[in-house]
């Protein structure tokens, strides 16, 4: 049985956002070039039908995270394996489905027991404790959003688009600069709800 070759280099860092902006397409490119480094003599470097699946949620960005990845780990570079001398690029399928159907990448939108676990979840004492210490904030965040954030994972949304921000040398809403630690710990906290009770743990494996 074929293997992949042993790494010989650190994969890079990227930012973990979709593909939404130039910057986030450049990091999806330059997770590709790195891939083509790492598999290079294990996958060919043409995309044939049976060797490689590229599966993506049906989302917007995720698709195009996949096709700049896509597009450096295919990249052709001789001008005679292009169908467009001027054009460093061959198209590659890419495989999804619709969300309320996806079993594989998006459980949480097909799987109604997923549903029913999370707002189970919400009567747990160690969830109740963490929203009953930070009951202030989320009025708080409300009122200066505009949008109903009322929940843990609001919260965590929320925290992601200003770390986000932050990333691109954004500037960051005096209100929110306030509580970024506070939001941090909620957002770590969430992390922790994705699988807290053993049917969450079972059904998201």
């Not at 598999?39 to 949620?57: A, D, L, Q």
């Not at 995720?62 to 292009?82: H, I």
């Not at 009322?150 to 929110?176: C, G, K, M, Q, R």
């Amino acid at each position: 049985m074929a293997t992949a070759p042993p790494s010989t280099s650190t994969p890079p860092t990227f930012i973990t956002t979709p593909a939404s902006g130039p910057t986030d397409s450049v990091s999806s490119l330059r997770l590709g070039r790195w891939l083509r480094n790492r598999y290079t003599g294990f996958i060919s470097e043409r995309w044939k039908p049976g060797e490689v699946t590229v599966r993506s949620t049906d989302v917007d960005r995720t698709l195009m995270s996949a096709a700049c990845n896509l597009a450096a780990f295919y990249r052709p570079d001789l001008v005679d394996e292009r169908f467009e001398k001027d054009l460093p690029w061959l198209p590659t399928p890419i495989n999804t489905v619709p969300l309320d159907l996806d079993t594989l990448m998006s459980i949480d939108q097909s799987c109604p027991r997923v549903k029913e676990e999370i707002a189970l979840e919400e009567k747990l004492p160690e969830v109740m404790a963490v929203m009953k210490a930070n009951a202030e904030l989320f009025p708080y965040l409300t009122k200066h959003t505009g949008d109903n954030i009322s929940t843990i994972l609001s919260v965590d949304y929320l925290h992601d688009t200003l770390f986000i921000e932050s990333l691109y040398n954004l500037s960051i809403p005096v209100w929110a600069q306030k509580v970024l630690p506070q939001m941090k710990e909620i957002a770590s906290f969430s992390f922790k709800m994705a699988a807290m009770t053993p049917q969450l743990k079972r059904l998201r494996s």
